[in-house]
């Protein structure tokens, strides 16, 4: 019963997204689906470490999507900016505190799975490492002024 409820959402899904206007596109999402199925089926056979969430920690959902949103705005103007030549853009790594997921403990491997998901899914972020010394290290983009010249080409 899992396999066809994953089967019937991965179709639906690709039909949704690929807005499939012909009989063509429609069986191809079968066999997309059937696919991706198949690999989920093959991820949940094959999985052996436990991962369970607190009610405490769905708490912290709530703030994703506001994130994605400002982060998806500032991200879009910025590359705007970046095409139109009035700032450049670079990125940067930085250093956030975390404390590791002990190795038997489900509930805390919940947490730290929960908490790289929160940071990674907003598009100016990305959780690049999980450092040993209990960090996150996170990519981020900025922009920064376009420089008219550099003093080593003064162009």
């Not at 093959?42 to 607190?54: F, G, K, L, T």
């Not at 997921?101 to 690049?128: F, K, T």
């Amino acid at each position: 019963m899992r396999t066809l409820c994953w089967f019937l959402a991965i179709y639906v899904l690709y039909e949704l997204v690929a807005m499939v206007q012909d009989a063509t596109e429609a069986i191809t999402g079968l066999f997309v689906a059937a696919i991706a199925t198949a690999l989920v089926m093959a991820a949940w056979r094959s999985a052996s470490i436990d991962v369970q969430m607190r009610w405490r920690y769905l708490s912290h959902l709530a703030k994703i999507p506001v994130n994605m949103l400002r982060d998806s705005i500032g991200v879009l103007w910025w590359i705007a900016q970046s095409l139109t030549g009035k700032t450049h853009l670079e990125g940067y790594f930085m250093r956030l505190p975390f404390k590791l997921p002990q190795e038997l403990d489900p509930h805390d491997r919940g947490r730290g799975a929960l908490a790289i998901y929160g940071i990674s899914a907003a598009p100016n972020s990305i959780v690049a490492d999980v450092d040993a010394r209990g960090e996150l290290v996170i990519h981020k983009l900025y922009a920064s002024e376009q420089p008219a010249s550099s003093p080593e080409w003064p162009l």
